[in-house]
């Protein structure tokens, strides 16, 4: 391959990635948003009570979202691997637009009153079947459309987006809370950021209607698309399954505590005013965005499991006095470098956890595998970080939701201990290598 095809090859792979990951930042701002702006409509969905109790009843709801992931995951995953990642990617963002203008326009208590958070359940547990479908089919189809050696670099761009979702809520926030004051943010304020969702939904929509097909699942024969996506299939790789039930576990019960609760912990525990802590939030998120890619090719370079240990091993031992430190920390700048430094760490799953996950199965059986052990681990145990950690705060003990965490991570630290190097077995790069043969 000459230097202008080698050129044009990148810039097919580039543009590919781009709508890939253009479509995952919509998907999770328009979770994040829910997240971002629960302490303004939680009380326009519950009976009047105290703020902790509302703030409990929208996590509650928050957890419900996330049992639909596995669901989510079982039936996209499976339609992903037999009928292509692009029209799985494509159904996943159609149906996350509706969920978030069923928020939208969903009148409040006062107004309908228990069909409102009835109907915020059904709405979230659209965005739940969404989003579990988006993450096994997105990181399948960035991990199989990169080129070799450039798969943590370009794979990591998954959670760059995810993350980038997040900031681009918290911005929508920012932005809002200049110019609404809180009365009217409680009001009808909290409404706008689902409205920008819903219409950003259908914006990519049309984008991800252009993407070319994985050269991978392209080259399947008929035959083997009629057998792939079954739960028989992905039985055969028990291992596998595990390993991604294992490596999930202490990552995304991280990755939800410093990125989800951590907010509110601030707010609630600490006491920093909401505005600072939405900019403390937002520029540690920052950071964040830009770590993802470097230790993606980082992980390149001197492989995937190495990354996972520093997780594992700065995440238990740390976890505990970095939240018992922030308890005390009046000061922004203090929380910040408390919040960041959590950050750097969750980094080391946060960067590569895909195409780790990718790497372990076979393309008739790769985004259901990657998916669906996924979807049911953040179910359990991402999706009731918040709810648990605002239980033991109801209860006063929330100091043992640090340890809660700390023991999640240790327990994913001895997967990674005894799991091999997944860039050495990898079952996409196996795949390539065979067709380039059979090319020739």
């Excluded at 110019?179 to 991800?208: C, N, Q, T, Y």
């Excluded at 049911?376 to 965490?405: D, M, R």
Aim: net charge positive; charged share 15%; proline share 3%.
């Amino acid at each position: 391959m000459n230097q202008s095809d080698e050129r044009a090859m990148t810039r097919k792979i580039t543009a590919n990635i781009f709508k890939g990951s253009v479509g995952n930042l919509i998907e999770w701002y328009d979770w994040y948003v829910y997240a971002a702006f629960a302490v303004y409509f939680s009380a326009e969905f519950f009976p009047k009570g105290n703020a902790t109790s509302q703030l409990l009843n929208t996590a509650a709801i928050f957890a419900v979202g996330f049992l639909m992931r596995p669901i989510g995951s079982l039936v996209l995953g499976r339609y992903a691997d037999r009928y292509g990642r692009r029209a799985a990617l494509t159904l996943s963002i159609s149906i996350m637009a509706g969920g978030s203008l069923i928020i939208a326009f969903t009148p409040s208590y006062s107004t309908i009153g228990i069909m409102a958070p009835i109907i915020l359940v059904l709405a979230r547990l659209l965005q739940g079947l969404s989003l579990g479908g988006e993450y096994g089919t997105s990181a399948t189809y960035l991990s199989e459309m990169a080129s070799s050696g450039k798969r943590g670099f370009y794979s990591s761009f998954q959670y760059v987006t995810l993350i980038a979702g997040q900031l681009i809520a918290l911005g929508v926030q920012i932005i809002l809370q200049q110019m609404l004051d809180e009365p009217e943010m409680k009001a009808w304020g909290w409404r706008i950021p689902f409205v920008i969702g819903a219409f950003g939904a259908l914006a990519v929509l049309w984008l991800r209607r252009t993407m070319d097909e994985s050269e991978q699942f392209s080259k399947m024969d008929s035959e083997s698309r009629k057998k792939a996506g079954t739960i028989r299939a992905l039985m055969k790789h028990p291992k596998a399954v595990m390993t991604v039930v294992g490596l999930t576990l202490g990552g995304t019960v991280a990755f939800y505590t410093y990125t989800t609760y951590l907010q509110k912990f601030m707010v609630n525990t600490v006491g920093i005013n909401k505005e600072v802590v939405s900019w403390i939030n937002f520029i540690a998120l920052l950071v964040f965005v830009i770590l993802q890619p470097l230790a993606g090719s980082l992980s390149d370079r001197i492989g995937r499991r190495p990354l996972l240990l520093c997780f594992g091993i700065f995440g238990t031992l740390l976890t505990i006095p970095l939240f018992m430190i922030m308890e005390h920390t009046q000061n922004p700048i203090g929380a910040f470098v408390l919040m960041l430094i959590g950050l750097i760490i969750v980094t080391g799953y946060t960067s590569i956890n895909a195409i780790v996950k990718a790497e372990l199965f076979p393309t008739e059986i790769r985004a259901l595998g990657v998916g669906f052990p996924y979807g049911l681990t953040v179910a359990i145990f991402g999706g009731t970080a918040e709810f648990i950690a605002l239980w033991f705060k109801s209860i006063g003990t929330e100091s043992l939701y640090y340890y809660y965490v700390a023991a999640c991570i240790l327990v994913s630290l001895i997967v990674y201990w005894r799991m091999g190097e997944s860039s050495k077995v990898s079952y996409i790069e196996n795949e390539h290598e065979a067709q380039k043969t059979n090319k020739l």
